[in-house]
């Protein structure tokens, strides 16, 4: 056989070997991320503690497809796919951020109503909602502490209104990968809610003003303490 001939077949071989390799570890790549996927999905769904095990698996599955769905479209649709320009609302140039939420927000509309009515067949709804709290780290709650110590006297009225725009944050939220990226969303309906308390008498930068002005002093006087 001819050197060429040998070398030929040497680089032919060399490389169906190498898209073998390359094949297999994509797949343990995809494999160990499938597995960390459902590993969180059943951490967040057994805090519930469910008498039922054949409930539990299916909403074991409902939220591992939701976070596996996620993340595929996040990784397969990065920022640079969303041209550079500017924010129409601001006139700012975009963000790597705004592009990758621009990016991800274009996910079918399918795998947020998968999750949701998955959830909803076997929670009840305080469940779902403490399913879609793990997926926001809390962020209901801690934002609405935040509204309540800078507003004291906040109306029945308002709590709902703010704490149902916070809601809609979070809903919308766990179909994005990042804390970033869900920070961002929770930005949106935080900037609904002080818009909210302007349109209903309230002047959210003096509210504002005054609770920092309040943290301000209660900080200088405990250090103050701390000195005697």
């Keep these: 056989m001819k050197r060429a001939t040998i070398f030929a077949l040497m680089l032919f071989v060399g490389s169906i070997a190498f898209l073998t390799q390359t094949s297999f570890n994509k797949d343990q790549v995809q494999e160990k991320q499938i ?30 497809n939701h976070l596996t769905a996620v993340r595929n479209w996040h990784n397969e649709h990065p920022a ?27 996910m079918p509309n399918e795998v947020h109503e998968n999750l949701m009515s998955g959830l909803r067949a076997d929670l009840l709804e305080e469940q779902v909602e403490a ?21 004291p006297d906040l109306t029945d009225e308002e709590s709902a209104t703010i704490l149902s725009y916070l809601k809609e944050a979070r809903e919308m939220a766990v179909d994005y990968k990042s804390m970033k990226q869900i920070s961002a969303i929770f930005e949106i309906y935080k900037t609904k ?27 200088s006087k405990k250090e103050s303490g701390a000195k005697k």
Aim: hydrophobic content about 30%; glycine content about 6%; aromatic content about 8%.
């Design 80 to 106: 640079t796919t969303v041209p550079e320009g500017i924010n129409p609302r601001t006139g700012e140039k975009l963000t790597e951020l705004d592009r990758q939420i621009i990016a991800d927000s274009a």
């Design 193 to 219: 809610c002080e818009q909210y308390l302007n349109g209903n008498g309230r002047s959210w930068r003096d509210l504002y003003r005054a609770y920092v002005k309040k943290v301000k002093e209660e900080k």
């Design 131 to 151: 399913i879609l709290d793990k997926y926001t780290v809390g962020k209901v709650a801690f934002t609405m502490k935040g509204y309540q110590a800078i507003v």
């Design 35 to 64: 597995n960390e996927q459902e590993k969180k999905a059943t951490e967040w769904v057994q805090s519930l503690n469910l008498s039922d095990k054949e409930k539990e698996q299916r909403i074991i599955k409902v939220v591992t």
